[in-house]
Every structure is written in structure tokens, then in C-alpha cells.
């Protein structure tokens, strides 16, 4: 059995999956075949629909949707009020349940305060997306976007920082000496 903590005006229904660990904060809502691992951290007001997969150490903060499709890896923090979507064409109308997109959130991603995230449209690992940001397209691990629609300005270290690579393709993480490569416009860990 499962150990984790949920306040009284969070609905959590059956047939949810929780780790141990995990917090589930004020009027929020788990339904049912979500998974979400363990020592998560949910803030007040979010929704995890069916079938979504958090990962272990995943920080959602306040009045986040995390719809049908979306899969976030361990480590993963989503900032407040940011959205995924689930449907490209969504009209009231017509029921699309079926044409619900997956979302792939990579681990140690970082989604900024009311960034969106359209259906279908990967998240590197290790990514950084600036509040605001509106992703429409893949973004590859390490980098860091911003803007309306969301463009690529650079890269982060696993540690959160702007790596600066030199002539070779070099980069150190000035704050923990970790060290990584740029080539064909892909960063890797040394």
C-alpha cells in the first residue's frame, strides 16, 4: 500500500496509481488510471487525467491540467499555469477523444509559469522552456526556448544554467564543473 499524502479537498478516484511520498495539494484532482510516482510534488488546483504518466520527483505547481497523452519522466517541473494540450483541432462539437496526441516531457525537463505545450510535440531531456513560451514544434534535450512561438536561444547544463560552447563544441556548467559536447546540434554529458 501506497504512503503518500493528499489534503482533504483533493479527489483522488480509484483505480489511480500514487508513489510513496508523493503530496497532492488543496482542490486537486487524480482520475483514475493515472500513474504518479513517487516523492512527486502536485499543487493546489492541478488535474491528472486518465492514463497520464509522472514520473518519480515530478513538481507540478498550482493550476496546472495535465491532459490524456502526456508522459513526464522523473525530475520533471512543470511552473504555474502552464497547459498541455491533447487535441490540435479542438471543437466543442465533435468528440476527439480518440485523436488525443501524446506528449513526451524528458527527464529534468523545466516548463516555465503559463508556457504552452501543443499536442504531439516532444521535450528533450534536460530542457528548459521560458515562462510564457509557446512550444509548437520538438524541442531537443538540453535546450532552452522562449517566446511566441517558442524559439531556440540556447542550451542548459543538467544544473539549470546557460552553457556557452567554445570553437570545439565545448562547454563547462560554470556552477558544477560538468562538462558537455555540441555537435551536429546536439548536446551530450561527457
Known sequence: MSTYFAHPTAVIDEG???GDGTKIWHFSH???HAVIGENCNLGQ???VSPKV???RNVKVQNNVSIYTGVICEDDVFLGPSMVFTNVVNPRSAINRRNDYQKTYVGRGASIGANATIVCGNNIGKYAFIGAGTVITKEV???SLWVGNPGKQIGWMSEYGHRLKFDEDGLAVCEESGEQ???LMN?????
Open 45 to 47: 488546483n492541478v488535474v
Open 180 to 182: 558537455y559536447r555540441l
Open 53 to 55: 504518466v509522472l514520473g
Open 30 to 32: 487524480i482520475m483514475q
Open 186 to 190: 546536439q548536446v551530450s554529458k561527457i
Open 16 to 18: 489511480c496509481t500514487i
Open 140 to 142: 531537443p534535450a538540453y
